[in-house]
């Protein structure tokens, strides 16, 4: 006879509260879980993307997505006659927010050598990728462009020739790709008067030295900021080229870091990744030991009304297996039935939230896993009331 | 036959000056068709004495053999005391004590499964009873909407499910008015008559005791000689 499903019944408004309550917190259990991966497929599509088989960045720098790293641009030149290398390019990689469709968006811009240099679009999914120097640009569709649209980006307009889903920055942000002088100009693009005001800070700064007018006017080009400046060259070895020996070299006679794409994903997931995913655990942690107190709870207040009928029980002679069975069984519908709401309220919610939610089903099961086990521990609180309930207490006084 | 059989029981609750004796000297001996009536007024005894022989006190002094068997011989555990409470002894509350989320029918279908009987003799064995006690019409009910006599008829129903060999029924009438408790009371005498089982009801109601074959007044934890 199944006591639990029968008392279970008679209190059916409880339960289904409950289940909605401890559900919902199971909801968020799975949503943080596949904000988790989600974190880390974002912190990583663009490294995955780009795939190339050195990463060579500033000396000592961890970059170009963990750590800040800038190069000069003809520095990719000496990596390309380094031996063993197929093919050197330049790579830049920063966040703006600009002024798109009227509205103002953070995105992430990656440029790169168009339309052949590594770390470019791989996979179009709608249109073409950059096959001009410059003025074009292919943009996730999470940026709100379409293909052919016009799109102002300081001093110039760029078109949408492409789309593609393979990358996202690893804040979430949609990636915009440009030839890498577009990406440079955008990103060292200032206003009139901004440059009006250096130039003419350099000019006094160099009167203050001794340089006469006319010395400092043919000084001013050379001195002022050099924006063809790069966060990363990416390479692609020659065939049966050996990876560690071509790093080695690098960094011993260019005095650059080299990473392989291994050790980018390495860097970020102890890196910039790291923190974020330690937080999500944290808050998974302190949410799952929320819903096993609320069960609990929930379960103990079932077991203490039932207590008088748990001592008749007892006194006509149900054994112990009777009474924790009942016990247990409520608390384990009770979790896995608000598991279930929780599960099939994330699958049906996930592609709502601003941040890729990945859900996979490994997850889903470690996390029943863990919440079944909270289940029993739940309901110890109630099992131990109930086993040391006397027989007695079902008779009266006298 | 004798179903019953206490010699010499004594139950003390702590040592010392704190002592406090419960039962002293109780013989009583029980037998199969008996109708018994324990009376007494409130700390007599009378419900140490039904602790006793429910198995769920252990005495301090004396010997209790049930069908044949001495209770509380060394080496018995709770398990062992259970066993015998599922299989040979059925139990009527004062206040029924049914279990408020089952139907009158599962209520006495409850005991029949602990003893591990097959499901669809079970269900028989629960609506013979239920018809037994007139209220097979109301077996789907839950006891909240069943009146007070209806409720203490599915508790003797349930008492007699596993076709005990002795009825302890503790004050069964007090939540009755008279009629109703007379009507319990007739059922219980009807009960040692025809099921081979020896009842033992603890009451305090003179009223209730007509026609038990034996009755004994308990005073200061001792049955009263003078009024067995």
Known sequence: MDLAVHDLKQHRGRFLATVFGVGLLFTIVLAMNGLYRGNIQEGLALIKAANPDLWIVERGRGGPFNEQSTLPEHYRYSVQAAPGVAQANAFIYYSVERQIGGQSRHFSIVGYEAPDGLGGPQRILAGRSISHAHYEMVAHPKLGVGLGEQVALGLHTYTVVGLTKEAISPDGDPIVYLSLPDAQEVLYQRDNQEIRSARDQLLRNLASQGVSGSQAERLLNPLQADTHTINAILVRLQLGANRATVARDVDKWLYLSAFSTDDEVDLMLKGRLASMSKQLLLFRTLLLVISVVILALVVYTFTMEKIRSIAVMKLIGAPNRVIIRLVMEQSLLLTVSAFAFGLVLIQNTYTFFPRTIVLLSADHLMTFAIAVAGGVLASVLGLWQALTTEPAMALGGG | ?228
């Open chain 2, 1 to 228: 036959m004798e179903i019953l059989q206490i010699q010499g029981l004594a139950k003390t609750f702590g040592t010392g000056h704190l002592e406090v004796r419960a039962l002293a000297d109780i013989d009583l001996t029980v037998s199969t068709n008996e109708l018994v009536a324990l009376l007494g007024p409130s700390g007599s005894g009378k419900t140490t004495l039904l602790l006793c022989l429910s198995l769920i006190l252990e005495p301090t002094a004396g010997t209790i053999v049930f069908d044949g068997q001495p209770i509380y011989q060394q080496g018995w555990t709770g398990v062992d005391m259970r066993r015998v409470r599922r299989e040979k002894i059925g139990f009527v509350f004062q206040s029924h004590n049914l279990i408020p989320f089952l139907t009158a029918k599962q209520n006495v279908l409850f005991p029949l499964s602990l003893i591990g009987q097959e499901r669809a003799a079970a269900e028989r064995r629960a609506m013979e009873l239920l018809d037994y006690m007139e209220i097979a019409d109301r077996a789907d009910f839950l006891p909240a909407v069943l009146s007070g006599g209806e409720q203490q008829r599915v508790a003797i129903a349930r008492a007699l499910a596993n076709n005990a060999k002795l009825i302890l029924a503790d004050e069964p009438t007090a939540a009755l008015d008279t009629q109703r408790g007379m009507r319990v009371m007739a059922l219980l005498k009807e009960i040692a008559r025809e099921n081979q089982s020896a009842v033992i009801v603890v009451t305090h109601d003179m009223r209730m005791i007509e026609g038990f074959d034996h009755v004994y007044h308990m005073k200061d934890g001792r049955l009263d000689p003078s009024r067995a």
